[in-house]
Structure formats: structure tokens, C-alpha cells
Antibody, heavy 118, light 107 residues
Framework: QLQLQESGPGLVKPSETLSLTCAVSGGSISSSTYYWGWIRQPPGKGLDWIASVYYSGGTYYNSSLKSRVTISLDTSKNQFSLKLSSVTAADTAVYYC??????????WGQGTLVTVSS | DIQMTQSPSSLSASVGDRVTITCRASQSISSYLNWYQQKPGKAPKLLIYAASNLQSGVPSRFSGSGSGTDFTLTISSLQPEDFATYYCQQSYSTTRTFGQGTTVEIK
């Protein structure tokens, strides 16, 4: 059974870089047809898609975040990562990692809260 | 980016009611439309994929329809455990987008 587990600091200072990792078990991130991505949800608000990376390495970004976001795969560790630079309080959110298939939807991690504060 | 607009933003309903939520895309997305249910403090859960396909384990009172730009999620007989927020999401574009959500509250 596929499991996704987010990890990373729960508190990040303003202007610094938020870094999160998603460990994948029960499936290989090298499997074809899947995208591996990040989605966030600010407190009390809706879902905001951030970025995804295809199994082959192609990357796709939310246009409003593109200048600050990097997503990458680490096939040797079966995990993928997110970096978001120059964070502000507006980046405070629950961050979900996900496996995404064009024709069959998103399988979600449990989410991790990241707070941006000094 | 493709914009997804849900309506209504919230609704109040009673147990046993038939509930319909609408999602409209800013351009045609064929049938690349998914629906999720989210309860407080939990990750979203996939209900419907490819507009009308029921995810395994999801009760049959949930159904989806539509294609192109207009889609509908229907709960045929609302149950207590269905009070939650529902989101649509398009997977037509490699840059995914979600609707703003519809909260179903107890009347």
C-alpha cells in the first residue's frame, strides 16, 4: 500500500528557505505515468497546488510561485523534495506531498504544518 | 492557468437530502476532473476521478457527472459523515488547479 510521509522543519524564519522531503513507501517514484507533487493549505483556506515532478524528471510549477520553488526527485532514496525560498507569513500552511495520476487523481500524504515566524 | 470555480461556496442541508455541487472550468478539460472530500485536520480523500468514476471504497451515494467545462458532484442521500468540505481539481493541464471548495454544513 502506497504511503507518503512529509518531513522537515515545522518553523521557518521569514526570508529563509523552506525545505521539505516526502518519503515514498509501497511504490517506486521511478514508476511511469505518475507525477509527484506538493500542495499546500493555509489555515482555514483552500487547497493550493504548488508543483510537481514527472517520473522522468520534468518539472511543473504554479505560475504564482514559480520564481521561488524548486522540486526534485531522489530516486536512490525513493523520495522527492520541495524548496521554497524567501518565505513570508503568507507561506504558513499545511504542506501535503502527493502522488498524482492524470487519469485517476491524487493520493495524499498526511500533511505537515509549516509556520513562518521569527 | 485553468481556473476552477465551485458553487455554492457553502450550503446547509439535512440528513437524507440530495446535495449537488457544481464545478466550472475556465476552458475545456474533457473529463479530467476529480473530486475530493476533506474533514477538519485531515488530508483530502479522493471520491471521484475522471469526472464520473467512483474511487474504490467510496459509498455509492456519491456520483459525478459532466465533461468539457461543467461538472457536478451529487450526494444522493446525505449522511452524518458527509458533512465536510468538497474540492474539485482539474488534471487536464500539467499545472493542476483546485476549486475554492464547498463546505456542506448541518442544517
Amino acid at each position: 500500500q502506497l504511503q507518503l510521509q512529509e518531513s522537515g522543519p515545522g518553523l521557518v524564519k521569514p526570508s529563509e528557505t523552506l525545505s521539505l522531503t516526502c518519503a515514498v513507501s509501497g511504490g517506486s517514484i521511478s514508476s511511469s505515468t505518475y507525477y509527484w507533487g506538493w500542495i499546500r493549505q493555509p489555515p482555514g483556506k483552500g487547497l493550493d497546488w504548488i508543483a510537481s515532478v514527472y517520473y522522468s524528471g520534468g518539472t511543473y510549477y504554479n505560475s504564482s510561485l514559480k520564481s521561488r520553488v524548486t522540486i526534485s526527485l531522489d530516486t536512490s532514496k525513493n523520495q522527492f523534495s520541495l524548496k521554497l525560498s524567501s518565505v513570508t507569513a503568507a507561506d504558513t500552511a499545511v504542506y501535503y506531498c502527493a502522488r498524482d495520476h492524470t487519469g485517476s487523481g491524487i493520493h495524499w500524504g498526511q500533511g505537515t504544518l509549516v509556520t513562518v515566524s521569527s | 492557468d485553468i481556473q476552477m470555480t465551485q458553487s455554492p461556496s457553502s450550503l446547509s442541508a439535512s440528513v437524507g437530502d440530495r446535495v449537488t455541487i457544481t464545478c466550472r472550468a475556465s476552458q475545456s478539460i474533457s473529463s479530467y476532473l476529480n473530486w475530493y472530500q476533506q474533514k477538519p485536520g485531515k488530508a483530502p480523500k479522493l471520491l471521484i476521478y475522471a469526472a464520473s468514476n467512483l474511487q474504490s471504497g467510496v459509498p455509492s451515494r456519491f456520483s459525478g457527472s459532466g465533461s468539457g467545462t461543467d461538472f457536478t458532484l451529487t450526494i444522493s442521500s446525505l449522511q452524518p459523515e458527509d458533512f465536510a468540505t468538497y474540492y474539485c481539481q482539474q488534471s487536464y493541464s500539467t499545472t493542476r488547479t483546485f476549486g475554492q471548495g464547498t463546505t456542506v454544513e448541518i442544517k
